[in-house]
């Protein structure tokens, strides 16, 4: 409701913007979507076909969740980062991303998943979900931060320190157009190798 009415200004109101809704104008991740309070997450795409308008969530530096506007081939795609992996009945294996869906690898496609590690970054296809490429994160990587005071930054990833002693955190430095700047190592999102995978502008 508020990308459809406020954001995007495509209905000048919220009667319009329920009636677009709910007769399946706009797209999430390549899926239609009919309720209006559906949320939209990091890395959601939004499309709106009849328009050939596209869009990706992210976040602008200072400002928040923001709509980035992108080309249809990108809306085809979207990034997700691993925060969970654990095995399932049959000697399957499962894979939690960021934004609540899981990918899950059986038979021979195991293998794949068993080198995959929490934080690291998958490219999927939409709306079927297709691992496409993945990115693990570490020195040399591109990355972009997420969550914290830095948010919306992204660059070159130029160390990353693990091992450290309480009260320390692990952390990751990047150097982005601001500078070098140091976060959380759970803040990051690795988004690709040398150049990043989406349109950050």
Not at 105 to 115: A, C, L, P, W
Request: net charge positive.
């Amino acid at each position: 409701m508020i990308v459809v009415r406020d954001l995007l200004k495509y209905a000048e109101d919220g009667v319009t913007a329920r009636r677009l809704i709910k007769a399946g104008k706009f797209l999430v991740d390549g899926k239609v979507v009919k309720d209006p309070r559906y949320p939209l997450g990091l890395m959601d795409v939004f499309s709106a076909p009849e328009l050939e308008e596209y869009y990706r969530v992210l976040i602008k530096p200072r400002k928040g969740p923001s709509l980035f506007k992108i080309t249809g081939e990108e809306a085809g795609f979207k990034i997700c980062q691993i925060l969970r992996k654990h095995h399932v009945k049959g000697g399957g294996l499962a894979l939690g991303l960021h934004d609540g869906r899981t990918i899950m690898f059986k038979g021979e496609d195991v293998e794949t998943g068993r080198r995959l590690k929490v934080f690291d970054g998958v490219k999927i296809s939409l709306p079927n979900q297709k691992l496409l490429e993945t990115v693990t994160l570490e020195k040399g990587v591109y990355g972009y931060i997420h969550s914290g005071s830095r948010a919306g930054l992204h660059g070159t990833v130029t160390k990353i320190k693990r091992e450290v002693v309480f009260p320390d955190k692990p952390s990751v430095s990047l150097e982005t157009a601001q500078g070098n700047v140091t976060t959380l190592l759970k803040n990051i999102m690795p988004i690709g190798v040398g150049k990043p995978w989406i349109t950050l502008q």
